[in-house]
């Protein structure tokens, strides 16, 4: 189990994004088996977040080829990011799907090429009424103390 990061209530006084910064890096450098159960949807919704505002949905797969994308899907609708959760589910069905039906996994998907057009859902994304970033804050006002801990 990862443990909350100390924060400091001084520190907080003089800049509160270090409630945030706390979160972050509690979410950046864990291990995904390490997290508890509140933890890791988090984790999954940030590093989503990040890989495709970096780089678009086919570098979060790309990226992370071995995660249960759909797990992703289920992380997103936990935080609250709802719509992004809806693109994100969209995106791998699309991304699995054949001409004969029958699905293929998201590993076959980055070995035979895209065959989807990941700038649809990229640009979703984009649009989104509420970023996943928002989401995540609102968040750790509910599970605060999974990720942080007070300190004088």
Known sequence: MVSPIPV???????F?????NAMIELLAMSDLRELTPVQRPAHLAFWYMSEVSNGGHEQFVSNNPDLDHFEVVRALEAVGAAEQAEILADFLRAATATPSGVPRTV????EHGP???????????????????????DYLDQHESEFIEWTP
């Open 8 to 14: 400091s209530r001084r520190a907080f006084e003089e």
């Open 115 to 137: 065959g989807v057009d990941s700038a649809r859902h990229d640009t979703a994304f984009g649009a989104c009424r509420r970023q996943v970033e928002t989401c995540l804050e």
């Open 107 to 110: 590993l076959e998907y980055l």
């Open 16 to 20: 509160d994004g270090v409630r945030w």
